[in-house]
């Protein structure tokens, strides 16, 4: 056994997984953020930030469960510190095919995408709000989870307002298009609300 590998065992290395996870959050926010702005204006600036704020995400959820599998000891459950952070990317993930449905179909924003959208970045702000005072200050943590909530919420409500002013479009291609988007922005939705329910667990167990 090597000197370095036998200092491991006696003083195991120590991850900041709160670090990783604001990270991670916060590079998810720039992306729904990023895409918002490219909604706003289909600027090309935008659509290469988004890929590359994706990477960059990827990286750090990739690094976070590398070093989880390494580590000794977590802050946290170690189930719930890969769920969130899993919950997350699937996310970005849903946001980036958001916006590659949007750029496939060669589509306007309507009010309904440009709300949907609005809310998600709202919400995925709030969420690294809350990741942030997740360490020191667990108890303060139900402002935040009601705010994701509300966010996620209006999001489902606006799509159903949405759909409905849709189908009274004769143009059943429109029809098609649209509602392709806004079922993955309602997915979206669904995502954001399953991330803070695995938020809510940890916060529960850490109070």
Request: contains cysteine; hydrophobic residues 40%; glycine residues 2%.
């Amino acid at each position: 056994m090597s000197a370095h590998n036998f200092l491991d065992r006696i003083f195991p290395k120590k991850y900041d997984f709160y670090s990783m996870l604001l990270n991670q959050s916060k590079t998810n926010y720039q992306i729904i953020d990023t895409l918002d702005s490219w909604i706003k204006d289909k600027g090309e600036s935008a659509s290469q930030d988004l890929l590359h704020k994706k990477k960059e995400a990827d990286h750090i959820r990739f690094q976070l469960e590398h070093d989880l599998v390494e580590a000794f000891a977590t802050p946290f459950d170690r189930q719930d510190l890969y769920s969130i952070s899993v919950a997350m990317n699937k996310i970005s993930d849903c946001t980036i095919s958001i916006f590659k449905t949007i750029k496939a179909l060669n589509i306007e924003a309507d009010a309904t995408i440009i709300g949907m959208t609005s809310l998600l970045s709202q919400g995925a702000l709030e969420l690294s709000d809350a990741i942030l005072i997740l360490e020191k200050k667990p108890e303060e943590c139900q402002s935040k989870i009601e705010k994701i909530r509300i966010a996620q919420q209006s999001m489902e409500d606006i799509y159903i307002s949405g759909l409905a002013e849709l189908f009274t479009n004769n143009d059943s291609i429109i029809i098609l298009k649209y509602k392709e988007v806004y079922d993955v922005l309602k997915e979206a939705a669904i995502l954001l609300g399953d991330t803070v329910d695995i938020y809510h667990r940890i916060c529960v167990r850490m109070i």
